[in-house]
T-cell receptor, first 111, second 114 residues
């Protein structure tokens, strides 16, 4: 079963606006990652946040983690058409090397 | 940069055929993974390997097998292809350390079974 569930499933915004997508998970984690997937390509790792961190930044990306609510959010500021992609969160499955991916948020940035 | 190479971007096979999907990584990663990706279902883990000749079943191993004879290569085998195995297949690799490491993905193989 899927541990991570992204919300919304799809998001359409204008270039320059901020995009926020959320991820919820079910069990305790060591850390959580966000990935981007351009159409027809593999996933690309964006950012990793550890369970003892609350916020992390990387360029125009800001990730928050709330372990009490078992949720994370990814904020993309000043979005560009090139940010159009699907975004996935991934969590670890305790005691294994398995990663559990959500179903993704499809982001469309209109020029 | 880590490079994960999948042998084919597109593949068309017939029902009942034995199908081999190959994946090679060039960064000496211990872990390798095979996923399938279907609309609305996200990524589902088929098999993963944490060392040469070692493998563990993922969430949907039925109808598949894997082979890891060398550290850099991880093969996915469809023993007798069926139409419900039409999908996008993604290979990934990662380092094996205490906290799970970012995965590096190939560009995928879009497999059609006719």
């Amino acid at each position: 079963s899927q541990q991570g569930e992204e919300d919304p499933q799809a998001l359409s915004i204008q270039e320059g606006e901020n995009a926020t997508m959320n991820c919820s998970y079910k069990t305790s984690i060591n850390n959580l990652q966000w990935y981007r997937q351009n159409s027809g390509r593999g996933l690309v790792h964006l950012i990793l946040i550890r369970s003892n961190e609350r916020e992390k930044h990387s360029g125009r990306l800001r990730v928050t983690l709330d372990t009490s609510k078992k949720s994370s959010s990814l904020l993309i500021t000043a979005s560009r058409a090139a940010d159009t992609a699907s975004y996935f969160c991934a969590t670890d499955a305790s005691g294994t090397y398995k990663y559990i991916f959500g179903t993704g948020t499809r982001l469309k940035v209109l020029a | 940069d880590v490079k994960v190479t999948q042998s084919s971007r597109y593949l068309v096979k017939r029902t009942g055929e034995k199908v081999f999907l190959e994946c090679v990584q060039d960064m000496d990663h211990e872990n390798m993974f095979w996923y399938r990706q279907d609309p609305g279902l996200g990524l589902r883990l088929i098999y993963f390997s944490y060392d040469v000749k070692m493998k563990e079943k993922g969430d949907i191993p039925e109808g598949y097998s894997v082979s890891r004879e060398k550290k850099e290569r991880f093969s996915l085998i469809l023993e007798s292809a069926s139409t419900n195995q039409t999908s996008m297949y993604l290979c990934a690799s990662s380092l094996r350390q205490r906290y799970f490491q970012p995965q590096h993905f190939g560009d995928g193989t879009r497999l059609s079974i006719l």
